[in-house]
């Protein structure tokens, strides 16, 4: 077990239970982890040995025979023993039929055996506590969960295969052979032990400087698999926005009216666009209004459009563009013009720029065009398409956090000012340590465990 977590109450080492399949299944597993998971699971399910006896790990039949409600049916169940489970404790899962009632019936009467109802995400805190896997690998679980395409899915994976956790312990252990290297000049200050040289030194601190700048730089591919591209539809009314959001989508989510004004609030949509995770955002026309629910969408509509990766600025083809043209809310790196309404242009759109996109919500055309601009625009930022590993905003903030303390050891250590060297590598070890769990502390785990499913 993790000896430099401190363990809350919930720590303790008791027996928990949960239902892992979302309802609607036609299969339902029932989980249940801790010291006495086979006696618990043992007097609900019964089958032609005890669960404690081998073969573990095996599929068995047997019946559910302690269920309130007359349930006398058929389930199977494994024993995984600890250390070799999920969580590394002793662990049952029983599999019974899907539906909403039989295995709530199974989880109420586990609970009445002495389980307790497992936490959110707990089943995985407790197999980052028992050591079974990093905290980068255990915030993967979660990203699996939650991903939204399949090049969020494969980052996912290969968090879990411990790709990240890796990269991160190297830096760590870097930077603790550091330390020591500093500690041990502040222990034997008189002696003339063999120290590494000052090139020596600062080599080690560059190098750690260097690593933490590449995990950094792939903080917008992070983001960006893992909580989709902010695009935000924006412009000004009856252009066309809400058919162009329903274009996108396949689908009428948004009202479509032809009175200025319609969409008085933001709406937004998870949508794969070639293979990006997109959350697309509908705001209402962006115009000089009187009315009070409609002036009020407007500064939203403004306030999105500011926080958006891309924005898809959406004007009447038409109409002249020049007089479209009065909002500063249209240029800037990340803007995309599209002309909408493009089936209504005569001849070739005389004034239109070339970089402008050019669409027609209301059959579609011109999306293809419009979807290659947008991928431009997100991979724009980043060198490659796929990144091997990208950090997350949590890790991201604990990276910037050991930055500059890195550097500052490096230089107080060049300085041969060792003891305020040390202070600040203690600082940047600890902050690394958060990101992969050697240093976490309950608070941090609560926060990270909270995003997780019950059952997980
Ligand atoms: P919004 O206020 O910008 O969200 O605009 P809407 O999506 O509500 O559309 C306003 C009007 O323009 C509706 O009558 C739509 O049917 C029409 N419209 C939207 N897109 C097109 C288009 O590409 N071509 C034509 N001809 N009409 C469109």
């Given at each position: 077990m993790r000896d430099h977590v401190k363990l809350?109450?919930?720590?303790?080492?008791d027996t928990i239970a949960a239902i892992a399949t979302a309802v609607g299944g036609a299969v339902a597993v029932v989980r249940i982890s801790g010291p006495c998971a086979a006696e618990i699971a043992g007097g609900v399910w019964q089958g032609r040995e005890p669960l404690r006896q081998a073969p573990f790990r095996v599929l068995r039949l047997g019946r559910i025979v302690a269920a309130e409600g007359e349930v006398d049916e058929r389930a199977l169940a494994v024993f995984m023993p600890a250390p070799h489970s999920y969580t590394g404790e002793d662990m049952v899962e029983l599999q019974c039929h899907g539906g909403a009632l039989s295995a709530r019936l199974v989880l109420l009467a586990l609970l009445r055996g002495g389980a307790r109802h497992a936490e959110p995400g707990e089943f995985t805190r407790r197999a980052f506590l028992n050591g079974k896997m990093d905290l980068t690998q255990a915030e993967a679980v979660a990203d699996l969960i939650q991903a939204h395409s399949e090049a969020a899915l494969r980052l996912a994976n290969r968090q879990l295969h411990g790709l990240l956790g890796r990269q991160i312990d190297s830096i760590h252990d870097r930077l603790s052979d550091l330390l020591a290297e500093i500690e041990a000049r502040l222990d034997f200050t008189e002696e003339n032990l063999d120290w590494a040289s000052r090139e020596h030194l600062e080599q080690g601190f560059s190098e750690c400087g260097a690593a933490m700048a590449r995990l950094l730089a792939s903080q917008h591919d992070g983001e960006v698999l893992r909580d989709g591209v902010r695009v935000v539809i924006a412009?000004?009314?009856?252009?066309?926005k809400s058919s162009l959001l329903n274009a996108i989508l396949g689908r009428d989510r948004a009202i479509v009216t032809p009175i200025p004004g319609t969409t008085r609030d933001t709406l937004e949509e998870f949508v794969q666009i070639r293979g990006i995770p997109v959350r697309l955002t509908d705001t209402a026309g962006i115009r000089a209004t009187d009315d009070v629910i409609e002036k009020n969408g407007v500064e939203r509509a403004v306030a999105t459009a500011r926080s958006a990766h891309v924005v898809l600025w959406v004007f009447d083809a038409s109409l002249p563009y020049e007089a479209q043209?009065?909002?500063?809310?249209?240029?800037?790196?990340n803007v995309i013009l599209v002309a909408n309404k493009a089936d209504l242009l005569r001849g070739e759109g005389a004034g239109l720029p070339s970089e402008v996109c050019r669409t027609c919500a209301l059959t579609g055309d011109g999306l293809e065009g419009l979807y290659a601009a947008l991928e431009r625009a997100v991979w724009e930022?980043?060198?490659?398409?796929?990144?091997?590993v990208a950090v997350s905003a949590r890790h991201a903030a604990l990276l910037h956090e050991a930055g500059p303390l890195v550097d500052d050891a490096c230089r107080c250590a060049l300085a041969n000012a060792w003891e305020l060297a040390a202070v600040s590598l203690r600082g940047a070890i600890w902050a690394i340590g958060q990101i992969n769990g050697r240093t976490a502390t309950p608070d941090v785990l609560d926060r990270i465990f909270a995003r997780f499913c019950i059952g997980k």
């Open positions: 809350g109450a919930r720590e303790g080492g412009g000004p009314p009856n252009v066309g043209r009065r909002s500063e809310n249209e240029q800037g790196d930022a980043s060198d490659h398409r796929e990144a091997d």
